[in-house]
């Protein structure tokens, strides 16, 4: 009785891992039975490795050192990253090219591998192969970053950075008003946000363009957070405190003077 | 204000939308200030260095009132002497070592409400990059309607049929010369549209009450009167001046009413452009609101 017990889980175990087989790879093959199992697990095997070497390859190309493997990168837009604040800061935290450059999300970013395919067939043909021709074609490399990044909300930015946790205790006045401002009227990070890591090309945009791109986009209207607003009234309140200090520390009465 | 309302100002948006200088740039004048004097804004603002001079003036401002005369007084530190090098002896004014000059205005000015003298300012006001050459005034038939003597002076937004922002195809920036019609520069006149005027020049301990709509014109105000001294390295300006009156180019201060203010100093002998200017801030009669709140005694 026993015996027959634990045959019997063995075999509801096997069960459970083919229905999960069959989940992940839509493979309907007839329910396994002796050899036929054998294969099952075997396809599930090689599909992990499979699986799991797609994805490794995928990731060996989404490093910084990946990316300036070619001179194209490491001689023109790697320098000028290298004396920004993403490159090097206070807090050592370091944002790479594919921090900025990749999409985290799984599917957009096999999509911009593909791609960045397209990008090989210009490494061989050296379109960008000199510092001349890379200034050739700068503008159009930045504008197409910048449109791309306008389409998804800045959605690279937001990899680390991202409104619900921006206080703008720590932020000047101006910054201050202008992230109210574009909570109000939709802008996206990208909208002020240019050439923060290469040369700045904004320059370099004619007046339509530069409207285009930098022109509020209501679909990014969003609710103010209410970390920010907590923000907001905590350094409001301390200021005003500080104005009231300084403000009494200066009154000396005018018409002590003005009776001379 | 072509640049303010121009693509490198990363407030132009704002600006344009309402929101005013002080909300943005109130607590970093002396950064801003130094990038500028300094020549290293990346906006590459100011082409004709003066070494060693200061780029902002902290300057205290106390004001009261008594029903009858408004009272403000200005109190800030004199600086070293930077000499000029683009002018013989490095004096530009050698007879004012100080020059100081404020604004009122109500909010019918466009711009008022929020740029303070700034909204006076153009790209092709004299020294500005956009000045028109000498014999371009001579030959301008606005000559007969404008004194064009000393360059194209400060002029108001409301003054001009069209101002060039974009210059593209190489147009100049400004509209010095798409003066409005006679008709329509009264009809704005009497509609408020001119920011009141008072300058004191402190060599010839002369005070000038004017007002700027078409031009800058420095006669036609009620006047006040000023006290200023130099005392331990201190510049103190008392100025007294009557809240109401009946003059055309005067803007008369009641209770209740926040009304639109500048104040621009001529530091170390300089002239012209080169004067240290602040924000537009708000001055009104016992309201604290306001940013200059006079107070009654």
């Known amino acids: 009785m026993a015996q027959a017990m634990s045959a019997h889980l063995a075999l509801v175990r096997v069960d459970y891992g083919y229905k999960y087989i069959k989940q992940i790879w839509f493979l309907v093959p007839p329910p396994c039975a002796g050899r036929n199992r054998c294969r099952c697990i075997g396809i599930f095997v090689v599909g992990i490795i499979f699986w799991g070497g797609f994805n490794t390859a995928m990731e060996a190309t989404n490093s910084t050192e990946f990316c300036i493997g ?120 990208i909208d002020c946000h240019k050439g923060i890591a290469h040369h700045n090309v904004r320059d370099q945009l004619t007046d339509e363009e530069l409207e285009a791109i930098e022109a509020p986009d209501p679909k990014y209207v969003r609710e103010i957070p209410k970390e920010y607003l907590e923000g907001l009234a905590r350094v409001e309140a301390k200021e005003a405190a500080m104005a009231a200090e300084a403000k009494a520390k200066m009154k000396r009465p005018l018409s002590v003077l003005l009776l001379r | ?69 408004l009272y403000l007084r200005f109190n800030w530190a004199d600086g070293d002497h930077a000499p000029v090098p683009f002018v013989e002896g490095g004096k530009m004014d050698p007879e004012n070592p100080m020059k100081l000059a404020f604004m009122v205005a109500t909010d019918e000015v466009e711009y008022a409400d929020r740029a303070g003298c700034w909204g006076t300012c153009h790209a092709d006001a004299d020294e500005m990059p956009f000045a028109p050459e000498n014999q371009a005034l001579k030959d301008s038939e606005l000559a007969a309607r404008l004194d064009l003597s000393a360059g194209v002076t400060k002029y108001l937004t409301e003054s001009r049929t069209k101002i060039e922002l974009k210059g593209r195809r190489g147009k100049a920036l400004g509209g010095w010369d798409k003066l409005k019609s006679e008709g329509d520069l009264t009809a704005a006149m009497a509609a408020n549209q001119y920011m009141d005027l008072v300058r004191y020049k402190s060599g010839a301990d002369e005070v000038e009450d004017g007002q700027i709509m078409a031009e800058r014109t420095m006669h036609g105000g009620q006047g006040a009167e000023v006290e200023a001294s130099l005392k331990a390295g201190t510049w103190s300006v008392v100025v007294k001046r009557k809240l109401k009156s009946d003059q055309p180019g005067d803007v008369s201060i009641e209770p209740g009413k926040l009304y639109n203010f500048g104040f621009a100093i001529h530091d170390d002998f300089t002239n012209g452009r080169y004067h240290h200017v602040s924000l537009g801030y708000k001055l009104a009669l016992d309201d604290d609101q306001a940013e200059i709140n006079a107070v009654k005694q």
């Open chain 1, 70 to 189: 070619c001179h194209e990168m490491e001689n023109n837009v790697y320098q000028e990253y290298k004396p920004t604040i993403h490159y090097s800061n206070r807090t050592g935290v370091r944002a790479g090219c594919p921090d900025c450059h990749v999409p985290r999300p799984w599917i957009h970013k096999v999509v911009r591998k593909i791609k960045a395919s397209r990008e090989l067939f210009y490494w061989a043909t050296g379109k960008i192969d000199t510092p001349e021709k890379f200034e050739e074609h700068r503008l159009d490399l930045a504008k197409s970053v910048w449109s791309a990044m306008k389409t998804t909300d800045s959605r690279e930015c937001r990899n680390c950075h991202n409104f619900e946790s921006m206080n703008p205790e720590f932020q000047k006045p101006r910054a201050r008003k202008q992230h109210m401002n574009s909570f109000e009227t939709g802008q996206t990070c």
């Open chain 2, 1 to 69: 204000m072509e640049w303010i309302l121009g693509r490198k100002h990363g407030g132009k948006r704002a600006f344009t939308k309402g929101d005013r200088c002080v909300e943005c740039h109130g607590e970093e004048t002396e950064t801003i200030g130094q990038l500028i004097v300094s020549g290293e804004s990346e906006k590459e603002l100011e082409p004709n260095l003066i070494p060693g001079k200061r780029g902002s003036i902290p300057v205290t401002i106390n004001a009261t009132h008594d029903d009858e005369y």
